[in-house]
T-cell receptor, first 114, second 111 residues
């Protein structure tokens, strides 16, 4: 199957700083990618849809000024958590699809804000 | 988005078949039924999908009710590596269609 990578796999940052997470499709091009957040023992929550060359579409309740998404190329989408706080600590996962029926998920990035 | 209902957890013995049910009574005619699974500390993995007919692939089988209001994911011989959370999701066609995850079914497989 196709491969999606994320970098970094884990990050620890101090409260008030910003963190950028990269999501790359390694062997396919994705005009659309998705960003999810997952708290311990909970399901994935869709945060936003990242569209190549245009603005991201955010789900209700997700602050677009706090979670900045950039999809500058067909193989790279980035999520920047700005002014991170401890409540932003979570597992962030991206996905992209080559075929309409199959989404390929990255391995996730674990963010800890101290 | 049409919602799905799954049992919170199920158990199976290794080497035995597992039937994971999913109810989706408000499914629309254009919704595909997708199944993904998530192993601990990993991103989800595609398992199978279908629209109206039953489907088989190397991982599993998907049985879809005639009225499409329910479906069953079948793992023919469960192994310890199949222990995961299984999500049944309804999704429209197109790569831009969203995947909205419910609570899923946590499958435990024992020796």
């Amino acid at each position: 199957g196709a491969v999606v990578s994320q970098h970094p796999s884990w990050v620890i940052c101090k409260s008030g700083t910003s963190v950028k997470i990269e999501c790359r499709s390694l062997d396919f091009q994705a005009t659309t990618m998705f960003w999810y957040r997952q708290f311990p023992k909970q399901s994935l929550m869709l945060m936003a849809t990242s569209n190549e060359g245009s603005k991201a579409t955010y789900e209700q309740g997700v602050e677009k000024d706090k979670f900045l998404i950039n999809h500058a190329s067909l193989t790279l989408s980035t999520l920047t958590v700005t002014s991170a706080h401890p409540e932003d600590s979570s597992f962030y996962i991206c996905s992209g699809g080559r075929e309409f029926y199959e989404q390929y998920f990255g391995p996730g990035t674990r963010l800890t804000v101290t | 988005d049409a919602k799905t209902t799954q049992p919170n957890s199920m158990e199976s013995n290794e080497e035995e078949p597992v039937h994971l049910p999913c109810n989706h009574s408000t499914i629309s005619g254009t919704d595909y039924i997708h199944w993904y699974r998530q192993l601990p500390s990993q991103g989800p993995e595609y398992v199978i999908h279908g629209l109206t007919s039953n489907v088989n692939n190397r991982m599993a089988s998907l049985a879809i009710a005639e009225d499409r209001k329910s479906s069953t994911l079948i793992l023919h011989r469960a192994t310890l590596r199949d222990a995961a959370v299984y999500y049944c999701i309804l999704r429209g066609a197109g790569t831009a269609s969203k995947l909205t995850f419910g609570t899923g079914t946590r499958l435990q497989v024992t020796l």
